[in-house]
Every structure is written in C-alpha cells, then in structure tokens.
C-alpha cells in the first residue's frame, strides 16, 4: 500500500505566495519522477512541473519563473513553492509519483487534490 498526501492549500491573494507538500508512505522501495498537475474546472488535468530523483526539473510555460519544485528524499516528500500567483493559477493541485514498491512492481500514484484559490 502506498499513499500520497497533499497539504498546503488554501486561498490567496493574488502576488500572493502558497507552498504545497506532498508525503509519500508505505511499501516504498524508491521513488522516480515526482510530479505536480492541476485541474480546474472545466478543464483537463494538465502538468505544472516535474522533479527528478536526481533534481532535474522541468515546468510549464505558464508557471517558469514563478513556480518551483523541489523534493526531500529522505522524507520521501515533494513541494512545490508558488509566488507571484494569478487567479489563474486556481485549480485543485494534484501531486504524483512512480515508485516501485518493495514487492517490485513500479507504478504511478496519485494524490487526493488540495485546492488553491486565487482572489481578492
């Protein structure tokens, strides 16, 4: 069994800054990629930055400069720290992982949402 959980969310103002945590628990052998997507409503989940075991990190047009990712790995633990946020930016914010369980198998674990929301 494997868990992801988010924290961190809230409402903002805009330029206002948030910083969202996720902690994996469980049967963990060793984490990859670790990620986080967004979803707003009426709209398909969509990818805001990935981190890699190794630090390597990519992000969405959208969010360069403003947004970045990082992840402990000895507490198993991915963040993402949001600035300059834009009302935009509201979505529920969804992290990911692929790891391989101590049994050996390797798949792709989400978490269960948190929501931002950008507004005066």
């Known amino acids: 069994q494997v868990q992801l959980v988010e924290s961190g969310g809230g409402l903002v103002q805009p330029g206002g800054s948030l910083r969202l945590s996720c902690a994996a628990s469980g049967s963990i052998f060793s984490i990859y990629v670790m990620a986080w997507y967004r979803q707003a409503p009426e709209n398909r989940r969509e990818l805001v930055a990935t981190i890699s075991n190794g630090g390597s990190t990519n992000y969405a047009d959208s969010v360069k400069g403003r947004f970045t990712i990082s992840r402990d790995n000895a507490k198993k633990t991915v963040y993402l720290q949001m600035n300059s946020l834009k009302p935009e930016d509201t979505a529920v914010y969804y992290c990911?992982?692929?790891?391989?369980?101590?049994?050996?198998?390797?798949?792709?674990?989400w978490g269960q949402g948190t929501q931002v929301t950008v507004s005066s």
């Open positions: 990911n992982a692929q790891i391989i369980t101590t049994n050996g198998r390797m798949d792709d674990y």
